[in-house]
């Protein structure tokens, strides 16, 4: 990773990449996420059998629109970084996307944070 005065710079990931740092899985998300999408979605989320990463951060900040699957994809992947002993986070919501969350109370069960940064830090 490329470093600027000792400081390590991060790239913007594209849309649906993952990449692990300091044991915090960060998953970029981009676009609606819906039924058309959200087996790729729980795939990247949840790793062979079912087990969370420990600590996942998913960035929701090009996310455009979320579905009730994408919803379960986010509570299925919330139990199982319990499960595993982690948590799960999401980070830097769009309007739409925070409004969704807090119609369905998804912001009472996973942390929301409003920057990637944010969420690493706290």
């Keep these: ?3 600027d005065h000792g400081v390590p710079l991060r790239r913007p990931l594209p849309p649906g990449q993952a990449t692990a740092s300091e044991d ?3 998953v970029t998300l981009g676009g609606d ?3 058309n999408n959200t087996a790729h979605l729980s795939d990247v989320l949840l790793f062979p059998r079912g087990a969370a990463a420990a600590r996942t951060v998913i ?3 090009a996310v ?3 579905d009730s699957s994408g919803i379960s994809a986010f509570i299925t992947a919330h139990h199982a970084a319990r499960r595993s002993g982690g948590w799960l986070r999401l980070a ?3 309007d739409c996307a ?3 969350v807090r119609l369905v109370g998804l912001d009472d069960i ?3 944070y409003p920057t990637l940064r944010h969420a690493l830090t706290s």
């Design 59 to 61: 960035d929701l900040s």
């Design 92 to 94: 830097g919501l769009t």
């Design 98 to 100: 925070l409004r969704i």
């Design 110 to 112: 996973i942390p929301c």
């Design 33 to 35: 996420i819906d039924h």
């Design 24 to 26: 915090i899985s960060v």
């Design 1 to 3: 990773m490329p470093f």
């Design 64 to 66: 455009t629109f979320i």
